[in-house]
């Protein structure tokens, strides 16, 4: 499956009512060409806080709260795992779309091939944690890991190529920033 596959997959099995922050760059425009809805959160221009930010929203919320992060998104911000896993919100929900690279920087590669960063959520606490290759079964995966306890993390290898690339959000953050607030109210 590729990253704008998985994506669309993931936000087809939530709920209205589910809470979503989308990591800066190429996952936040795929996540809103897929299927723009008022309570996700397009991060932009804070590479490696999607952990942090969605725990801060599980923390204070009842919804469930899914993170959809990059893998090298993940690696900027590795101690965002160390919270998640300290803090263990059951209602937090973290995917790292795992393509090896840094894609939306340049396709730099990134370590997560090297490193097995379910391990490392398990490690760190998480309740449920699992690494999902392409031959595996990304749909049975996903549905696994939406029905487990949280903090549940996936990491799913997807290819690295992006043939067709999602254009820039057309809100500016003020407005994305006023819209996900008051879908919280």
């Not at 893998?71 to 911000?77: I, P």
């Not at 696994?144 to 999602?166: E, H, K, M, N, R």
Request: aromatic share 6%; hydrophobic share 45%.
């Amino acid at each position: 499956m590729t990253r704008a596959e998985v994506i669309a997959k993931v936000l087809g099995l939530l709920g209205e009512e589910d809470l979503v922050v989308a990591a800066d760059g190429a996952i936040a425009r795929e996540a809103y060409r897929a299927l723009d809805r008022p309570r996700t959160f397009y991060m932009l221009g804070s590479m490696g806080q999607v952990a942090s930010i969605a725990l801060g929203l599980a923390m204070t919320r009842l919804e469930r709260v899914v993170a959809l992060d990059g893998d090298g998104n993940l690696l900027m911000g590795f101690g965002g795992l160390a919270l998640v896993g300290g803090l263990k919100p059951k209602n937090l929900y973290h995917l790292v779309l795992d393509n090896g690279a840094y894609a939306t920087t340049g396709g730099q590669p990134a370590l997560s091939r090297q490193v097995d960063l379910a391990a490392v959520a398990a490690a760190a606490g998480y309740a449920w944690a699992r690494r999902c290759h392409a031959s595996e079964g990304e749909s049975t995966a996903l549905e696994q890991w939406l029905a487990a306890t949280g903090p549940a993390f996936l990491d799913v290898a997807i290819g690295a190529d992006d043939p067709y690339p999602a254009p820039r959000i057309p809100l500016t953050p003020e407005e994305m920033a006023r819209r996900f607030r008051r879908s919280l109210q």
